[in-house]
């Protein structure tokens, strides 16, 4: 067992979230713009229920869950779209566990598929992301020109039941 516990998200933790995404936030890591200070975490299209939210005493990790497909076709399929981990709880076991939630979560969702997408460069992420079950499904090269490098676009699969 561990020494936090990870709930739903809700509107008073965006700005612990916005630190954490400030903190966290890397090249090899994101396709999105660097976020700037004092930049609103919440917004039409990141509403706190697709959060689940580690905390000990304080948000110290978090992980997207979303239908990426908004039509029954896709109700089947949840995705991961970010994961954040405060670098002094990395290596904790804090990534595997919202990994584990996320699944969990999508299984309860009634989904049976979970995909996420990680750039080529973000060796730990794939190694935490393999280590959870997830396997490689697809490569995109070059989908992405982040500063000043063209990078792959690996997209990665697992079941849950």
């Known amino acids: 067992m561990h020494d936090f516990r990870i709930r739903r998200g809700v509107s008073a933790d965006e700005k612990a979230l ?22 609103r975490f919440f917004g039409p299209n990141h509403s706190p229920d697709q959060f689940l939210v580690a905390t000990r005493r ?53 989904a049976w598929r979970v995909t996420l997408r990680v750039l080529s460069g973000n060796t730990s992420a794939r190694r935490l992301y393999e280590s959870a079950g997830f396997v490689v499904e697809g490569v995109l090269s070059a989908e992405f020109h982040i500063e000043g490098s063209y990078v792959d676009d690996v997209l990665m699969a697992r079941r849950v039941d």
Do not use: F, N
Request: proline fraction near 11%; hydrophobic fraction near 40%; charge should be positive.
């Open 18 to 39: 916005a630190d954490l995404d400030l903190r966290t936030w890397a090249p090899e890591g994101s396709v999105m713009p660097r976020p700037r200070p004092g930049a």
């Open 58 to 110: 304080k948000v110290i990790g978090y992980v997207r869950l979303v239908q990426p497909t908004p039509y029954p076709s896709g109700a089947h399929v949840r995705q991961i779209q970010g994961l954040a981990v405060d670098p002094a709880e990395q290596g904790r076991g804090v990534g595997r566990a919202l990994l584990e939630a996320a699944c969990a979560e999508a299984a309860r969702q009634g």
